[in-house]
């Protein structure tokens, strides 16, 4: 089975501008979360969806939006980027079930300038 | 607020010799909890999972054990190898809400030949 797939991998932005980031789950797989990653932070949650409907959100402002189409591959937005969204975003799946183990992509590797 | 918290930023440990990693949490509705292994450039990979009715975990090398009381779970790698130098990161959920992982900040272990 392939894996998570996020595209693309590496992003280069501005600021103010707006950024569109996408995640393929693996084949089967419902849930789609997203987390960012920066140094000293850990992994912190985005929000994660569930047969296209957003099931939990993290504390991130409304600048971080989200959703999910039929085929479980969901997308990741931000607008108005700030020099701080600088940051891995991971995406994970898993079959959906309550609490089962996320697989995890590779990362899209954003920098803001 | 860091529900999750790894104090040890780093870890080295000679090959062939146990690696134990620690981690700590406050929330005592988590009741599933998990490792990650992280290689740069690359997303997490699932290491090995534990539920809250066990204290106790094998898969091979490596040994979760669980403390409830304490609110404190453990990695344990035997014996170590070189090859298990990377960044591990533990992960709990309260599994009736969903998806949403929360992550410590990582423990970034090498392993000397």
């Known amino acids: 089975k392939a894996g998570v797939t996020q595209t693309p991998r590496y992003l280069i932005k501005t600021r103010g501008q707006q950024v569109t980031l996408s995640c393929s789950p693996i084949s089967g797989h419902r849930s789609v979360s997203w987390y960012q990653q920066t140094p000293g932070q850990g992994l912190q949650f985005l929000f994660e969806y569930f047969s296209e409907t957003q099931r939990n959100k993290g504390n991130f402002p409304g600048r971080f939006s989200g959703r999910q189409f039929s085929n479980s591959r969901s997308e990741m937005n931000v607008s108005t980027l700030e020099l701080g969204d600088s940051a891995l975003y991971l995406c994970a799946s898993s079959l959906g079930s309550l609490g089962l183990t996320q697989y995890f992509g590779p990362g899209t590797r954003l920098t803001v300038l | 607020d860091q529900q999750v918290k790894q104090n040890s930023p780093s870890l080295s440990v000679q090959e062939g010799r146990i690696s134990i990693l620690n981690c700590d949490y406050t929330?005592?509705?988590?009741?599933?909890f998990l490792w990650y292994k992280k290689y740069p450039a690359e997303g997490p990979t699932f290491l090995i999972s534990?539920?809250?009715?066990?204290d106790k975990n094998e898969d091979g090398r490596f040994t979760v054990f669980l403390n409830k009381s304490a609110k404190h779970l453990s990695l344990h790698i035997v014996p170590s190898q070189p090859g298990d130098s990377a960044v591990y990161f533990c992960a709990a959920t309260y599994s009736n809400t969903g998806n949403q992982f929360y992550f410590g900040t990582g423990t970034s272990l090498t392993v000397i030949p």
């Open positions: 929330n005592s509705m988590f009741d599933y």
């Open positions: 534990i539920s809250s009715i066990k």
